[in-house]
Nanobody
Framework: QVQLVESGGGLVQPGGSLRLSCAAS????????MGWYRQAPGKQRELVAT???????NYADSVKGRFTISRDNAKNTIDLQMNSLKPEDTAVYYC?????????WGQGTQVTVSS
């Protein structure tokens, strides 16, 4: 059983930056495909970025060039550096770990982009 705890959310003005972190425990972190997803009010949860154990990365088109995902297998963490934030980035951001059919989610952290 993997436990995921996100941190780093908050309120930021448009154009600002935030860094989210996700700490994993209880499993073999390095084997998991890790990712960030987000869910805005009234919308479905959507992919933001994923990173494999070999650090192959995939981004949603809406965040390419603005967000950067990274992982530290020694510390069992992944981060999401978010720059040039827009109001439409406002959502609850979730960390996800997946290995084959085993999927784990964190509790989420709120990101609000507003002036």
């Amino acid at each position: 059983q993997v436990q995921l705890v996100e941190s780093g959310g908050g309120l930021v003005q448009p154009g600002g930056s935030l860094r989210l972190s996700c700490a994993a425990s209880g499993g073999s972190f390095s084997i998991y495909v890790m990712g960030w997803y987000r869910q805005a009010p009234g919308k479905q949860r959507e992919l933001v970025a994923t990173i494999t154990r070999g650090s192959s990365i995939n981004y949603a088109d809406s965040v390419k060039g603005r967000f950067t995902i990274s992982r530290d297998n020694a510390k069992n963490t992944i981060d999401l550096q978010m720059n040039s934030l827009k109001p439409e980035d406002t959502a609850v951001y979730y960390c996800k770990a997946q290995y084959i059919s085993s999927v784990y989610w964190g509790q989420g952290t709120q990101v609000t982009v507003s002036s």
